[in-house]
T-cell receptor
Framework: GAGVSQSPSNKVTEKGKDVELRCDPISGHTALYWYRQSLGQGLEFLIYFQGNSAPDKSGLPSDRFSAERTGGSVSTLTIQRTQQEDSAVYLC??????????????FGAGSRLTVL | TQLLEQSPQFLSIQEGENLTVYCNSSSVFSSLQWYRQEPGEGPVLLVTVVTGGEVKKLKRLTFQFGDARKDSSLHITAAQPGDTGLYLCAGAKGGSYIPTFGRGTSLIVHP
């Protein structure tokens, strides 16, 4: 596609339920990032995929969070047993090179998650 | 402690005023990016600065990278309501593939 596509755009769920958020990056972009944006907190890095390399999961806040990227394209972020503090906008971004010095990201519109 | 500190956090001004937003760090960056984010959208890249002391202009926006490559500023001349948004600076330390973002400056320009 022309841009980074994320779905759903909005998700309201009950505490304790699992949620899946999807990201479809720009075609040909080998690097894919997930960030979380909470009110007043800026963008918090979650996980980074680059080609076939093992993902950098150093930003995942707990073991309830996981992500996968199938076929080097679409990525799914899964949050198990959601908590109210998981409420945030989850942003996906992609990058054509992913190498050092590139660092220019194209973002999707985000998935707003509300946990009741 | 934030790697990139942005100030001010909030700015509310009248159309036609000038403003400067700052992005500071104690670390050296190979490059810094500035993004603007509007409600309901993801951040959109405005500019990348790479060379210490570099100045880049984008219409009424002027971006500067500090000589030591630890800080940057964004100056807007004669602000317009269309400039309203969240301005974010970002950078990755040498060798890292993962940009860190500042908390942003929320700008409102009143007509």
């Amino acid at each position: 596609g022309a841009g980074v596509s994320q779905s759903p755009s909005n998700k309201v769920t009950e505490k304790g339920k699992d949620v899946e958020l999807r990201c479809d990056p720009i075609s040909g972009h080998t690097a894919l990032y997930w960030y979380r944006q909470s009110l007043g907190q800026g963008l918090e890095f979650l996980i980074y995929f680059q080609g076939n390399s093992a993902p950098d999961k150093s930003g995942l806040p707990s073991d309830r969070f996981s992500a996968e990227r199938t076929g080097g394209s679409v990525s799914t972020l899964t949050i198990q047993r959601t908590q109210q503090e998981d409420s945030a906008v989850y942003l996906c971004a992609s990058n054509p090179a992913g190498g050092p010095g590139a660092n220019v990201l194209t973002f999707g519109a985000g998935s707003r998650l509300t946990v009741l | 402690t934030q790697l990139l500190e942005q100030s001010p956090q909030f700015l509310s001004i009248q159309e036609g005023e000038n403003l400067t937003v700052y992005c500071n760090s104690s670390s050296v960056f190979s490059s810094l990016q500035w993004y603007r984010q509007e409600p309901g959208e993801g951040p959109v890249l405005l500019v990348t600065v790479v060379t210490g002391g570099e100045v880049k202009k984008l219409k009424r926006l002027t971006f500067q990278f500090g000589d030591a490559r630890k800080d940057s500023s964004l100056h807007i001349t004669a602000a317009q309501p269309g400039d309203t948004g969240l301005y974010l600076c970002a950078g990755a330390k040498g060798g890292s593939y993962i940009p860190t973002f500042g908390r942003g400056t929320s700008l409102i320009v009143h007509p």
